[in-house]
């Protein structure tokens, strides 16, 4: 009977490992670090969600292609949202991490350890107050949503150049 558990018990590890390893990439190759400079000085890459850890409660894998785009003049948010909301939308299309701004700040810093932060904060959007990327040399990024209204919420994913 013990044995029986044990392997009940192992079986959620081996199911996320073997989904982590069987998971497809987007990009063909590595990009180099001087590229993902590029990219970030450029202020034209898109950020593709591959995980999602809300503030309470366990990491989702997402399969459906959620993604951040980031351009010199327009921010273009696609992110689902678990969580909790502190005000109940206004419309049912309110329900994710999901708007278009114009008019944003757009700052970069070095980070400490081979990367760079990156903190947008929408100016015309009431909901979110700013996001705050982590992008590393090898194109792997974090993502976190802080909002007005609703619990902090972060991404993990990888940035590529705009399509």
Known sequence: MKRKYYSFKMLPILVVMLLGSCSTSQHNHIP??????????A???????????PL???????NTPYDVTV?????????????????APVSPTDAGVQFTSVKFEY????????GWQVKIV?????NIREMNFDI?????AGLNVISNFRDAISYRGHIAPIK
């Open 43 to 53: 202020q034209q890459f898109i950020f593709t969600a591959e995980t999602m850890l």
């Open 136 to 140: 590393f040399n090898d194109g792997s």
């Open 71 to 87: 351009g010199k003049d327009t921010l273009v948010s696609y992110l689902p949202y678990f969580g909790r909301a502190y005000q």
């Open 107 to 114: 700052k970069v810093s070095p980070a400490k350890k081979n």
């Open 56 to 62: 309470r409660g366990e990491i989702k894998i997402l």
């Open 32 to 41: 180099t670090t001087s590229q993902i400079q590029g990219l970030i000085q």
């Open 122 to 126: 929408p100016l015309d959007n009431t």
